[in-house]
């Protein structure tokens, strides 16, 4: 009768456990989920005048890039548009400053 209540006692430690790792996980991806993407106010000051001269940079005095290292630059070195658009990893410069100048309103 001993191996039988020490039994139930493991079973119950194994329910446990498992209860309480899917509780953690349900609760980050809950803070994951309730934090916004666009916290960071500042960005609307601060980011705008940047991205703004990056651009100018980057058309003024392109840097040599091939599309294995593209994705290392803030600002896209290669000339991408219709499909390719669809798997760039951030939205052009023009449209990331026309979303900040929207937020500044």
Do not use: Y
């Not at 329910?15 to 500042?42: D, E, F, N, Q």
């Not at 960005?43 to 890039?65: D, G, R």
Request: net charge positive.
């Amino acid at each position: 009768m001993a191996s039988g209540s020490a039994t139930k006692k493991r079973s119950a430690s194994w329910r446990k456990s498992i209860a309480i790792a899917l509780s953690a996980v349900l609760g980050a991806a809950l803070l994951v989920l309730g934090v916004p993407r666009t916290i960071a106010a500042w960005e609307t000051l601060a980011a705008h005048p940047a991205l703004e001269k990056l651009e100018v940079a980057s058309q003024q005095n392109p840097l040599p890039a091939s599309p294995a290292t593209a994705h290392l630059f803030i600002v896209n070195p290669l000339t991408s548009g219709g499909l390719a658009s669809l798997f760039s990893t951030h939205p052009p410069i023009e449209e990331r400053i026309a979303r900040l100048q929207a937020m500044k309103l």
